[in-house]
């Protein structure tokens, strides 16, 4: 219905390539932005080669730094995991005191046994025990003065169907007037004949002499516990230390 005139195709498609590749082209007569753009940066002679080797520098120290970030980044070595934790040793003050070893009583044995002598017995031995660690009495021994059921303490002389020495009978007595019971030979039976010792204070006795080896001096009783000036007052006098 309606014409349109025809539009005029303008220069061959030839041509104009023809004319862009004069443009890009380093001629000195180039013209034109392209051929600008060219001789900059393609030109001939020293200030041409000095400008590739600057870009190059550029390109290569661009490529070095991001190789670097990158293994400092990812590449870099494994961070060491700390070691566990290991307990610590306590020290010396709070470790458990260990229990002393139970060391056994050695009695001294005179009379008619077959063995007599010291022997040494188990931490509550009776005097029975003792008679059979000693080889056991004689025959025809006359054992109706001992207790055979009596514990035994360390340190103690049993006389065994002979008269008992004097101290040791003075104490069993009751300590009579003149006669002093040794604190280092006595049992605690004897000890508890004493006036103002009872059954706990004489054990309390036996047992500070066990654990410091027997009395030196009739002072050492104030060391026992439950033994004051006054009860001491009155057993310095009945006591001796043999």
Same mark, same amino acid.
């Given at each position: ?16 390539? =023809?004319?862009?590749?004069?443009q890009l082209s380093p001629?000195?007569?180039?013209? !034109? *932005? ?11 002679? *020293? ?10 520098? !550029? ?46 009583? $050695? ?13 040494? $017995? ?30 035994v303490t360390d340190g103690?002389?049993?006389? $065994?169907?002979?008269?008992?020495? =004097? ?9 009579? =007037? ?34 410091? !080896? ?29």
């Amino acid at each position: 219905m309606f014409e349109q005139p025809a539009r005029d195709p303008g220069p061959p498609v030839n041509d104009r390539l =023809a004319w862009l590749a004069d443009q890009l082209s380093p001629d000195a007569s180039t013209v !034109g *932005p392209g051929g600008r753009l060219v001789r900059r940066w393609l030109p001939g002679g *020293p200030a041409g080669a000095g400008r590739r080797r600057w870009a190059f520098a !550029g390109v290569l120290l661009s490529v070095v730094v991001i190789v670097l970030g990158s293994v400092a980044l990812f590449g870099g070595p494994p961070v060491p995991e700390p070691p566990p934790a290991l307990p610590s040793a306590k020290p010396a003050s709070e470790a458990p005191a260990r229990a002393a070893p139970q060391t056994g009583l $050695v009695i001294s044995v005179i009379g008619r046994v077959r063995s007599p002598g010291l022997v040494t $017995v188990a931490q509550g031995a009776r005097v029975a025990d003792v008679l059979r660690a000693a080889g056991g009495a004689e025959p025809g021994a006359d054992l109706s003065a001992l207790n055979l059921a009596r514990r035994v303490t360390d340190g103690e002389q049993l006389a $065994v169907g002979i008269p008992a020495p =004097a101290a040791v009978a003075a104490g069993a007595a009751g300590a009579p =007037a003149g006669a002093k019971v040794d604190l280092n030979a006595a049992s605690a039976d004897q000890l508890d004949t004493l006036p103002g010792v009872g059954e706990v204070t004489a054990q309390r006795i036996v047992q500070w002499r066990t654990e410091h !080896g027997g009395f030196t001096k009739v002072e050492q009783l104030r060391d026992v516990s439950g033994i004051g000036e006054s009860k001491f007052q009155k057993l310095r006098e009945q006591v001796m230390v043999g």
